[in-house]
Each structure stands twice: as C-alpha cells, then as structure tokens.
C-alpha cells in the first residue's frame, strides 16, 4: 500500500522471491552442513593421519567454497534484493522488528567468509590443531547464521506474541522457532551428505577411500532425516490453525507433504542399506539419485512452508498484497484506492474530478465513464489482487479462475474472497471499488470452455 | 504531480536504534565497502588492459592483482550488507520505491555478480593451470567480467541516485508502468548527476587500486623478481595520478555542473566547507605518498600510511556523500525525525558479537601472522 507495485507480466514478482529463495536454500543448507562436515572429518583425518583423505578433504574445501562463498552467498544477498522490489512493506517491517537480528548475522558471515578462505588457503601450512580450530570456527558461525535467519523466517508463518508485545525476543522466539531450527539442521546434516556423495563418487578414486566417506557421512545423514521429521513434527504441531487447514485443504500441498516425508523415508532407508551398510554401493549414479531426492525434499519443503503462510506474508502482521491486516476495517470505510499511497497519487493524477476535499470519493467514482473504471479496476487488480494472481495468463491466472462466472458470482468472491477461500486475504476496499474490480476481471474472463456435456436437456 | 504524494507515511514501529547509531554504521559499513569493491571495480579491468598491453611486467601486474580477487569480491560482497541494511532501516521510504521503479535492472545485479564472480574463478584459475600466457577465452572471460562489474556499478548509480531524484518518479513512473504499476524497466539517465557520480566513483576506484599494489608490492611480493617493486610503483603512481585527474574532473562537473545552488551554497558553508574542501583534497594525500615511494623507494610502513591515507579519502567521501544524500532529500522528507523505539537487547547483544567477531577475526589473522614468521624464519 506505501510503495509502488512491481507488475512481472506472467509470473507476478514474489514468484520470483520464491525462485531465488530455492535456487538459495540448496546450497545454504550444505554451506552449513558442508562445514560441520568439513571441520569433523579434517579433525579425523588428521587424528588418524590419513593424507589421501586429508587430499580428498582438500579437493572438497574447493568445491564448497566455489559453491558457497560465490553462488551460496551471491543468492542470499538476492534473497534481500527481490523482497526488497516483490515485497517492499513484509521487507520494511521485518527490517524494523529485525535488524539487530540481521546485523548479528552479518558477524557471523564474516567469521564465516573469513575462515572458509584461511581453512582452504593455508591448508598444510597452518598445524592441525590451528587448521581443526579455524574449520569450527566455520562451522559454528554458519550454524549461527541458519539459527538468526531461521527465527526471523519462522516468525513469518507464526508471529507468536509479537502483535501484543511488539518486542525483538517476542518475534524472534516464536512457536516456529526451535521446530524450523530442528528441520533446517538436518536437512544441513543431510544435504551436505548428499554433495559429498555426488563429489566423493566423481573425484575420489580410491575405492577404499571412497567407502570410508560413504560410511562416515551416512551417519550425520541419517541423523539428518531423523531431524527433518522431528522438526517437521514439530513444525506441525506449531502451525497457525489457518496453515494446518490450508495444509490440508489444497490438493497440491496434501501431494507435496506425502511427497516430502516419502522422500525422506525413502532416502533414510537408501542411506542405511546404501552407505551405512554397503559403503561400496555408492556410484555415481546412486549419488545422483539421492542428490536428486534431497533436491527435491529440500525444494518442496521451502514451497509448502511458503505456501501455507497464505493470506499473510508475516502471519497475523502483514497479507499478500503488502497491507497490514489491522489496517483492513478502515481501509473498507475510507477506500483501497484512498489508502494507497501509489494508488492515490494514480488516481489524483488521472481523475481529478473524483477527489473530494483531498480525498477520493468512492460515490463519485461509480460516475466515470465505463472504460475508466475498467481502467481503475486493473490498478486495483494490480495492487490488490497481482501478488498471489497473474491476469489473463500466468501464475494462477484470475481470467482463466473465474471462467464462467456470472457477474454476482464475481462480485460475491470480490467483496469476501476471504470467505470463498479461507487462504485469501478478505477485500480491503469500499463497496464501489469492488464494483470496478467486478467489472476489471468480468472484461479479461475467459468464457467457459465450450462443449462440456452434464446431460443438460437439448 | 506532486513528488511528495508518492512517500509513503512512517512505519509504526520506528527505528529500532537512534538515527545516529544508523547513520554511522551505514557509512562505516559503505567505507570498508569500498575498500574492496574498488579494488574489483577498477582492478579487473585494469588486468585486463595490462594483460593485453602492459608487457612483461604489465602481465605481472595483472596476475597479482586478479590473484586475491576471490577473496577481495567476498569481502566486499559482505562489507556491502550492512550500508544495505542500514539503508533500508533509515531511508526505506525513498529505497524501496527507486529500486522498484528500477526493478529488472536492480535484481539483474545478482545475475550480473554471480557471472562475474564466476568469471573470475574462471580467469584465476587460469592463472594457476597456465602461468603468463592465460588462454584467449580465458582472457575474454575476464574482459566480459570487467564489463559487468562496470555494468554493476552504473545499476548501483541510478539506484542510489534515484533514490534522491524523488522528482523524477512521477515521470519515470507514468511512463513505465501498466494500470499504476511499475514495469520495473525505469533508470535514471535522465539525471545529470548520475554520469558524474558513476566515474566519479570509478576514479576514486583506481586511486584505492593503486594503493592496494602498493600494500601488495610491499608486503606479500616477497616472491617477485626485486625489480618487481619499482615496476609496482611506477604503475601505481601511474593508475593514481589518472584516478586523482579523473576525480577532480568528474568531481568538479558533479559540484559545479549538476548540484543546485541552495545544496553547493549549503555545502560551502560553515564547518561543511572544511569537509567538502578535504574530501575534495584528500586524494592528494595517498597521491603524494605514492610519489614519494616513486622517487624514494617504499617500505612496508610507508605502504600501511598509504593504505591508512586511502582509508581517510574513502571515509571522507562516505561521509560527504551521507551529507549530501540527506540535504538533497531534505525536500521531501526528513529522515532524522522518525519515531525511535530502541531494541536495547538486541542492540548490546549485537555490539557484543561485533566486539567479539573482531577478536575472532584478529586471532585467525594472528595465526597467520606467527605462521608468516616462522615460514620466513
């Protein structure tokens, strides 16, 4: 409502938070995993003065400061960039509740970025003690890290007692909390396996050495899995009685939590038989297999957990289409168009007969002529309505939703979509602007599809 | 239309910290930016072109400073947090909407970044396999990677420069957007400031990159041919004298060409005038230095004054451009008089960390240190 709305023809702009968010959280979670990995098994391997695994150990530091340090961070710093333009108002208020949270972070990042470079740069150089020590200091800090953003990112589904107390703690330590740490930390412990098995198979010859990482990686992996479901319990358990209800009302999260916990199941069962018990199973192939899976667990688990916090962005704080769910009753009386500051000046600009004293006149803008207000009923689609729809074609396309609907059905789902679809977020505007939205999306509708036969009488 | 009508009102919950304490961090946090970021900045096309052209000792330049671009880009990709943080927690009434206006552009950063980043793993890896004579695509990897970093810094001018330019939004705006919406397609070329301030910055780039061949020749060539050191000199005198010209020229046709009078009288005036005359000079400063060690050899303490003299220069300029940024938004909104609801926890518990990351940091940098001694001992 504050700030302009960012109009991605097709897609609609926060699909692309949720694009990069993913592409994000699969290298993060082996940035945290991999170094946990990285300091026990360096530690080992020194204690036991294993030089080709310390070799192999050197060879993988490599790959995952290539993975991490470039694409791993470049990510997360686009993460801020796209909720900054796809979501100014969520991005504003979890800034203000958060910024000391963010700010203890980026110590960590550079605790992070700093002993990643001394571990792999000055790796036979520096004494194993030194070495060992610089690895945990990596790897505690990237800890650190998942553990502030988590509280942050679980703050959004639940927002706990922060509405009534408003206080940093109250937010940070919300019901989600402990559970998504639970669920973030083993899918590290289990994702960072999964790299190490995929460059393991590819780069370490030695079929001895190659049994040994197999072996002791499976036992943080399955530690992982059992993790992922006890903080996916939890996380259920935790969830607000509108994320269960969207959890269990949309056909395609229903398919994507049997999928999730099927994979994991699938993959703990994989590890033990596999890895755990036949290290010498491990190919390739395998590899690429549970690569897969856990690409895949990970992803569709960011994407229910994105999902379910429907109609809110910050749960019971901010809706979807960037308003504060308390401003909603005096938006209904004084006008969504009114309330906009963008929208407002849209409309000041455009249609200056309809202001009155200042402000807009909602009965005065049922008298412009029909095209201007099928012309305003796009800027309230736009504003309104763009962030969860695209218009007549793309995600989740109001045209093609509503395909068939009479003028009142329209109208109806317009004035209380809240109530049509409990996940929506309710109408924030006057009586006429629903009549304009009405008329908006009753003109790009698409007819119902011809020739659908229900045994009428010909 | 009126430009004012287009920021939003405050936020409920105000700054989590007085405006002080923000502002101070944001221009901290964007001179320790700097340090880096001008290093890749000016220093990858600077390789390139002593690759192409610099002879022997040219291509030698140019493999010691793309050597620790890796490290340097990561540095400075994460010193750039915190400015960006704090900019957002003080000036989010104006950032938000620039950088939507300008939104294909702005997220096209993080594609550029992760390709340039990319390209410079690609060309030092290069530098490793294939020593002096680096292969062509290799070396054309590193041209397209100076181009984007060039390209990034012009998306990083418009941004923060639109963000100032409140009165050209309604233009760009109504221009570029359907049904009141940005098309995200908008920049700010229109606005004179914005040529002046994007070299203005590339200069100052080159004069930090040849401070940093000077630190570098001093302190970690022990391994190069003893006349490597004169060579690094000679060029980084050479690359300073160009950066100190370039600023002066785009610094005086930033000041004298584009500012309105009211913001160059506010300016030049009072203690403001002291500021404003040692930003403008202070470049001078590093200058001389590099000079003297031209003419009269370096050392390793006289690099570190150097480094120290080019620090000053950056905090100067940071500290100019906070001044000027608020003075130019002084019209439409004043970002000094927002609520303040203190985090008083959050806060001590961040100063904590801060205070105890440093100690970390200096630890693992003393462990190199010792291993240093005892490898040259």
Known sequence: MHYPWWYVPFLTSPMLIAIISVLHVLVAHYAVGGGLFLAVETQYAYRHDHREYLAYLKEHAWFFILITVVYGAITGVGIWWTIGVASPLATQTLIHIFVFGWAMEYVFFVLEIVSAFIFYYFWGRLDPKTHVRIGWIYAGSAWMSLVLITGITAFMLHSGRWPEERTFWAGFLNPQFVPQVLARTGGAFLLASLYVYLHATFKAKDPALRDLIAARSARPALLGSLLIVLGGIGWYLALPESAKAALIAASTLNILVVLIFAVTIAVFFMLYLGPYRNPGWLSPGFAILFFTFGLVAITTGEYIREAVRKPYIIYNVVLGNQVYAEKVPELRRTGYLEGGTWTKAWVAHHYPQVLNNGRIDPAQLLALPEEDQVKLGEVLFLYHCNDCHAGRRGFSPVAQLIRGWTPEMVRTVVEHPEKAHFFMPPWAGTPEEAELLTKYLLRIAHPRPAGMYFGEEK | MDPTTLIGPSSPLGYPAPYWFLVTFKVLGFTLHMIPMHIWYAGVLLAMLLQWRGGKVGRQLARRLMRPMPILIALGINFGIVPLLFTQVAYYK?????????????????????????????????????????????????????????????????????????????????????????LGTALNTGDPTLWPRWLMMFSLALTTTAVFIIVDAEWFATQERPNYRAAARRAALMISTI?????????????????????????????????????????????????????????????????????????????????????ELAHFLDVTAEPVRIQWSPLILFLLLFVIGLGVVAWMLGKLKALRTSESG
């Open chain 2, 94 to 182: 104006v950032f938000y909407p620039a950088t939507i206006l300008m939104a294909w552009p702005w997220v096209s950063i993080i594609v550029l970044l992760t390709l340039a980043y990319y390209g410079v793993y690609i060309y030092v890896a290069g530098l490793r396999t294939e020593g002096a004579t680096i292969a062509r695509w290799r070396q054309a990897v590193g041209w397209v990677t100076a181009a984007f970093f060039l390209l990034i810094g012009f998306f990083f001018s418009n941004a923060f420069s639109l963000m100032t330019r409140v009165r050209a939004w309604p233009d760009l705006w109504l221009r570029e957007s359907i049904g009141g919406a940005p």
């Open chain 2, 243 to 327: 950066g100190v010209i370039g600023f002066a020229i785009t610094g005086s046709w930033y000041v004298f060409g584009t500012w309105p009078e009211e913001l160059r009288e506010r300016m030049f005036q009072g203690p403001l005038r002291a500021l404003t005359g040692l930003t403008a000079i202070s470049p001078g400063a590093p200058w001389l230095l590099i000079l003297w060690q031209w003419r009269k050899g370096g050392t390793r303490a006289r690099a570190v004054a150097t480094a120290l003299a080019q620090v000053l220069v950056l905090a100067l300029n940071a500290i100019s451009r906070q001044i000027v940024q608020n003075a």
